[in-house]
């Protein structure tokens, strides 16, 4: 089987979908108030590192392999205070459908994040001078 390049940017100009916002009204759906200082940031300098405006000029592959990394970290923290996340991780899928992937986030993901009061400031070792 060969390897198929996946691509950095959106090839439709009109193509809208960005799975951070989305996220964003999932976890606002389930009452999530928070800070989005550090989500915010986090998205900002990978858009940044990358050469692009904004975060939701990637590709959906692109935006879900950083939005898989951000929540795993997120989640990855809740095992210094005794919570188990593997089913929640486990729902961070990283191909597929985007819908099958925004699905799993509401179900597992966003009511972890409601419970745990999710997301909080980590360090991701992603800067941009």
């Known amino acids: ?5 996946v691509p950095v940017y959106k090839s439709d100009a009109a193509d809208d979908m960005c799975l951070m916002t989305d996220d964003r009204n999932i976890l606002s759906g389930f009452g ?20 692009v405006e904004r975060f939701d ?7 879900r392999m950083f939005m898989n990394r951000y929540w795993h970290g997120q989640l990855n923290s809740l095992t210094a205070v005794g919570v188990n996340t593997i089913e929640e991780r486990f729902c961070l899928v990283p ?14 993901v966003a009511p972890c994040a409601m419970v745990n009061a999710l997301p909080v400031d980590l360090e991701f070792g992603i800067t941009v001078h």
């Open 1 to 5: 089987m060969q390897n198929q390049s």
């Open 32 to 51: 999530v108030v928070c800070k989005y200082d550090s989500f915010d940031a986090y998205f900002s300098n990978v858009a940044a590192m990358l050469g």
């Open 57 to 63: 000029m990637l590709s959906h592959e692109y935006q």
């Open 95 to 108: 191909n597929g459908d985007l819908s099958d992937w925004l699905n799993l986030f509401k179900l597992k």
